[in-house]
């Protein structure tokens, strides 16, 4: 079977590096498959394409797929968007599934995100009113013709009370990067280094974990390994370094800026705990938190949806902390910089989580995915 993939490409953002992923297990996983991709234009280019040239983009797309017998869409509500609103980002959306349709394919998507519009309906939200619109009278009747692949049962949940039948909902877990890193849970002696993986974004929590590093005593140290989204025009690290600053951490913080794989190795190797204080209960799944499921260090994360999955799927394969307490924050962090059984457990129990939701397993859950018939 021949699957034609759409999905970004080429870029440091976290659903190119699903895609990537997901790719690579597949071509691993089946020989009786074929897999093209054709790379989603990134958003800047996108927005300075006219209306009519991203559609034909969009039509192109759709033409291609006619020689294959399964199209796999990856999907964020902003991949689509050229306009800037998210009812734009929706009946493009519409206009390429559509299309598609014209040649009978069998159509899987996965999405990376819920659709909170629909819970965003206030008087004033007036393009979120026409975005909810949009979904229910057209797009709705256009994914119940589709297989939807969300990450989490939450998500599940979010999408069939946005109107989509279970039937046409399918949960694949987030694949977990395939690495292997040395075990370490020795209890730190000296300096305890604490570090924070992934592009630096308003939700991940830094204000907790600085609150809760001014708690500690000075031999705790946090390393920020990541640097801007790619995608992000906003002043979101200055802002950190100026939080830095005024709160006299700059001998204790640092921030490594973007980083290759070799290099975010080498980080996680000096680390002893890793850190994942996200404040978004939106959060739909998240990449970066399998690098610190592979650090083989233990990992203390939000009590948010996200999380509490991971814990569903195997029990302590983190621990997690309420997003808004700096105190528990900073008692998690002593217990697992003192507690040898406790290292233990959370190192083991993520390593069993890594090897049960390896890309290779995700790869072969599509494939199933892709063996249903419509």
């Known amino acids: 079977m021949k699957i034609l993939h759409l999905a970004p490409q080429n ?8 895609s990537a992923n997901l790719l690579k297990g597949l071509r691993s996983a089946e020989d009786n498959y074929q897999h093209t991709v054709i790379s989603l234009p990134p958003k800047e280019e996108i927005q300075g394409l006219s209306p009519y040239d991203f559609k034909k983009f969009l039509s192109k797309f759709a033409k291609e797929s006619s020689n294959y017998q399964g199209v796999h869409i990856q999907n964020e509500w902003g991949l689509f968007c050229q306009t800037g609103g998210i009812d734009n980002g929706l009946e493009n959306f519409y206009f390429l599934l559509h299309a598609i349709f014209q040649f009978n394919k069998n159509v899987s998507i996965t999405f990376h995100t819920e659709p909170v519009f629909m819970e965003q ?24 013709r589709c297989k939807n692949i969300v990450h989490t049962d939450v998500s599940k949940t979010s999408f069939q009370n946005a109107g989509l039948h279970p039937a046409r909902l399918f949960k694949v877990t987030h694949g977990v990067l395939e690495r292997y890193l040395n075990k370490n849970d020795k209890l730190p002696s000296g300096k305890v280094v604490l570090s924070l993986f992934g592009h630096i974004a308003s939700y991940k929590g830094y204000d907790l974990i600085f609150d809760a590093l001014n708690l500690l005593d000075d031999n705790y140290k946090l390393i920020i390994i990541g ?49 994942a204080p996200h404040q978004s209960e939106y959060l739909s799944a998240s990449g970066a938190i399998t690098w610190s499921l592979t650090s083989g260090v233990p990992t203390i994360g939000s009590n948010v949806n996200a999380f509490r999955e991971i814990i569903k799927e195997v029990p302590d394969s983190m621990m997690l902390c309420h997003p808004r307490s700096p105190y528990e924050w900073a008692w998690a962090i002593k217990r697992c910089g003192e507690d040898y059984l406790l290292r233990e457990k959370l190192i083991s129990a993520a390593r069993h989580y890594c090897e049960k939701f ?12 892709y063996n249903l018939k419509n």
Request: proline letters at 2%; glycine letters at 6%; one cysteine or more.
């Open 11 to 18: 870029s440091l953002c976290g659903i190119a590096t699903y």
């Open 121 to 144: 309906n206030g008087p004033l939200n007036y393009v979120e009113k026409k975005a909810i619109k949009f979904w229910k009278t057209k797009l709705t009747n256009m994914l119940n």
């Open 227 to 275: 640097g801007r989204h790619p995608h992000s025009r906003g002043n979101e690290l200055e802002e950190l370094l100026l939080k830095i600053k005024e709160l006299d951490l700059s001998k204790r913080v640092l921030i490594t800026g973007s980083v290759t794989d070799e290099e975010a190795n080498y980080y996680h190797s000096t680390t002893d705990i890793c850190l």
């Open 358 to 369: 390896s890309w290779s397993n995700t790869a072969h859950s599509h494939v199933k995915i």
